[in-house]
Structures are given as C-alpha cells and as structure tokens.
C-alpha cells in the first residue's frame, strides 16, 4: 500500500515538472475544447484550404539573359534585399527599362494668409490683397488670470501692433 501511494506521488510529480511554454500552449490549443481553442483549430483549418488558392492568379515568367537597366533616385548600386517602387517596362525582345516612382511629390505649399505679429492675446494675418486682420487668441482662463486680464493684456498688444504695423497718420 506505501508502494501504491509513491507510484501515484512520482506520476503526480510528473505531470508537475517543468515544461517549455510553447508546449503547453501547443497541448492546450489542439486539445482544449475551449472556445479560443477551437476557433484556433478552425481558423487553422481554413487557412489550410486557401493555401492552395494563394497563387492562383499569379504566373511566374522568368527572362534568361535579358539587359534590364535600373532607373533610381539614388547613385550606386542597390542594397541587397532592397524593395523599389517603379515600373518595369519591355523595349525589346531583350531588353527591360525598370523606372522607380517619385516616393516624395515635391508641392510646393503657399501659406495663404502669413502671420506678420504673432502675440499672446492678438495676432496679425496679411490677406492676399494687402490688407491686415486681426484675430483674437482663445485664452484659458484661471483664478490669476481673468477675462478682464486678458482684455487688459489684449488692449497693450492692439497699441503696440497700432504702432509697429499701422498705417502713418496723414498730417493735412
């Protein structure tokens, strides 16, 4: 009866010893009628199927012996393992031209109304027909500084743009 009890402890201890993560992971998703286990095994199963229809509308065409010349934006040889995005174009029986696309559109961008006095409270955009506008920031208002802080503060900037960027007075 001692025997019985140390054969039933070793295979309890066995079934305890230290085992690689995937192992378990593996014995746990063919095995397991878990919901996540199951889905595994039928996504599994679907991708099997498909395997065979990956390739299907895909021709394979190999060219011996052909001069193929490489159009790139970069001076050298290309780096092994390198992915380029271009055409490649036949001119002849033998003879491929492999131009690579323009990976950055080179545009130009005109702000349309700059910003000629950037303040805190008031800022200054210059139109496309010379004239000025004004624009009010949004302030955020806290204990120290109120909204009669940021009227006060805004009437300083209004005189100081009045005198750098205002028109002359005409003297008659």
Do not use: W
């Not at 230290?18 to 889905?39: F, H, K, M, Q, T």
């Amino acid at each position: 009866m001692i025997y019985k009890n140390k054969k039933r402890n070793r295979e309890a201890s066995a079934q305890h010893e230290p085992r690689l993560a995937g192992e378990i992971l593996y014995d746990y998703l063919e095995n397991s009628n878990e919901p996540l286990a199951v889905a595994y095994r039928e996504h599994k199963a679907e991708a099997e199927v498909e395997t065979g229809q990956l390739f299907k509308d895909l021709f394979p065409d190999t060219h011996l012996c052909v001069d193929l010349k490489l159009i790139t934006h970069q001076q050298g040889r290309i780096p092994v393992g390198a992915y380029l995005d271009g055409i490649i174009t036949r001119n002849g029986e033998d003879t491929f031209l492999f131009t690579e696309k323009d990976s950055v559109k080179k545009v130009k961008t005109v702000q349309r109304n700059p910003v000629i006095f950037a303040g805190g409270c008031v800022n200054v955009h210059l139109l496309a027909d010379g004239t000025k506008r004004l624009e009010f920031n949004r302030p955020r208002f806290y204990s120290d500084f109120t909204f009669r802080d940021f009227c006060v503060a805004a009437a300083q900037e209004l005189l100081t743009i009045a005198r750098l960027l205002g028109e002359e007075d005409s003297q008659e």
